[in-house]
């Protein structure tokens, strides 16, 4: 190479270290609210027999026999997959993720790198959702935060995800259950003024096959529009003694229509008790 191109290549290599530099940043910043954030971790003392009766099915199913499941005070997952960021046209990219799930008050940080060099943070923490994504981790290219609405479609997230950590369907205090059919169920949440709800649909082994929100905030044409939501689960298998889903789907709802936009494989999956 010629020096010109050593020149360009170390300014593209700075900047993208820049850029990862802030982007890890905000993931510190992340953490540190969520590791902060008061809540109740005594656990609840709720047995098998107080939940609706597909859900004893499920965590029957689901949670390793024998002894009692510990009291899980944070989650990590690593994923990649395929994200849909185009609005009027289809525009996939693949993404590769890590997610750290806090569960003493309810909150996570999802920050992946969609190819090839757009940073995204998607958060829910103290009660707040955001939702940023830079070119390179320097150049904004969203930066959505707070507001009821973006507050409310991360906590459904939190409480949509909760077939990868079955655990606080036992142990959260905010949890509340209302059972709608023989394969259905209403998991309702609370954090502090803030609440969601999402309908649980089992399949016939017992499985969550799909979660579904009548109303989730969605973000178009530069405001958020309340659409019909559904999230899929795919491939069961025991990580960590615990069996969970090693695919999952997020699409909207349009009329007839449905409109995939995120899909993902889990990587890895680990469980840190709140005595650890």
């Not at 965590?59 to 009692?68: E, F, T």
């Not at 955001?130 to 997230?157: H, T, V, Y």
């Not at 369907?169 to 998991?187: I, M, W, Y």
């Not at 803030?194 to 009548?214: H, K, P, W």
């Amino acid at each position: 190479m010629d020096a010109w191109s050593w020149i360009l290549l170390l300014v593209l290599t700075t900047l993208f270290c820049i850029g990862l530099w802030r982007t890890l940043g905000w993931e510190r910043r992340l953490t540190h609210r969520l590791q902060t954030a008061s809540g109740d971790d005594s656990g609840l003392a709720r047995g098998l027999a107080d939940l609706p009766l597909v859900l004893q099915t499920y965590l029957n199913n689901v949670l390793p026999a024998g002894d009692p499941m510990p009291l899980v005070a944070r989650v990590e997952l690593k994923q990649h997959g395929l994200i849909d960021l185009g609005e009027s046209e289809p525009q996939w990219k693949a993404f590769k993720a890590r997610q750290l799930v806090f569960t003493r008050a309810p909150g996570f940080a999802w920050i992946a790198r969609i190819r090839p060099t757009i940073w995204v943070c998607d958060a829910y923490a103290q009660q707040e959702g955001s939702l940023r994504a830079a070119f390179m981790g320097l150049l904004p290219l969203a930066d959505q935060r707070d507001g009821e609405a973006l507050a409310e479609a991360e906590l459904q997230r939190f409480l949509a995800e909760l077939p990868w950590y079955p655990m606080l369907l036992l142990t959260h205090p905010a949890l509340s259950f209302k059972q709608l059919g023989d394969n259905s169920v209403e998991v309702s949440i609370r954090d502090g003024e803030l609440s969601a709800s999402l309908t649980f649909v089992f399949n016939d082994e017992g499985l969550i096959d799909r979660v579904y929100a009548q109303e989730r905030a969605r973000f178009r044409a530069g405001k958020f529009v309340p659409t019909p939501w559904e999230g899929r689960w795919y491939a069961y298998a025991r990580v960590a003694g615990v069996l969970v889903p090693q695919r999952a789907e997020a699409i909207w709802l349009e009329g007839e229509e449905s409109a995939p936009y995120w899909q993902a494989e889990l990587d890895s999956l680990t469980y840190t008790d709140a005595q650890a």
